[in-house]
């Protein structure tokens, strides 16, 4: 009884994960820039600090985009996961376009979105470094909670919110970056999302 259980579990196991590797599924584009506009992002005066569970948000600039999605990835057991669960893989301008996409490795791991090429990159480094960015999303809602998690690869997505600093009582603290030009460790976004429709 015990064994047929577990075989049922596994069984039951694979099924959910090729109905998530379905559902998640890429959405396949043509060639050619999909968003050829930048992420708009203005400074705020005195904004008010919002709460947000055991959190402290501190807007720090107003935060709007239109972007590809590049990859999606949802974390649950890191401490930065109670505020936000997911971080969107996004790019614009040429970081929009299939013929370049596919020439580059992405992966998301650790809280960091990489890329790598086989031989030369498709476009220069620096110019992947402006036109994608690595957002950990802090949804508003339970609502933006679900659309960002059935966000595919390759969608069009439009967001508005606010860049923030997330503080805790105990002293934890997470800033966002306030540009577009900055790679490695503190270029990500903390993005408080306040509204999220896919275009396509």
Do not use: K
Request: glycine share 6%.
């Amino acid at each position: 009884m015990a064994r047929r259980l577990v075989i049922a579990a596994v069984l039951l196991f694979g099924l959910y994960q090729a109905w998530e590797s379905y559902a998640h599924r890429a959405l396949v584009r043509t060639p050619g820039v999909l968003i050829a506009s930048e992420p708009v992002q203005h400074e705020l005066a005195a904004a008010t600090a919002i709460r947000h569970g055991d959190f402290t948000l501190q807007p720090l600039a107003s935060f709007s985009f239109d972007a590809r999605v590049l990859l999606v990835s949802r974390y649950r057991w890191d401490a930065e996961s109670a505020l936000a669960p997911f971080d969107l893989g996004i790019g614009w301008r040429r970081m929009s376009d299939t013929s370049v996409i596919d020439q580059l490795g992405l992966s998301q791991s650790a809280r960091f979105l990489t890329w790598r090429w086989a031989d030369t990159p498709p476009i220069p480094v620096d110019e992947i470094t402006r036109s994608a960015a690595n957002v950990h999303i802090i949804p508003a809602n339970d609502m933006i909670e679900r659309q960002v998690a059935a966000l595919r690869s390759g969608q069009h997505v439009r967001a508005h919110g606010m860049l923030v600093e997330a503080n805790r009582a105990d002293g934890w603290r997470w800033r966002s970056s306030l540009s577009r030009e900055d790679g490695g460790s503190g270029a990500c976004e903390l993005m408080y999302v306040e509204s999220l429709s896919v275009e396509d």
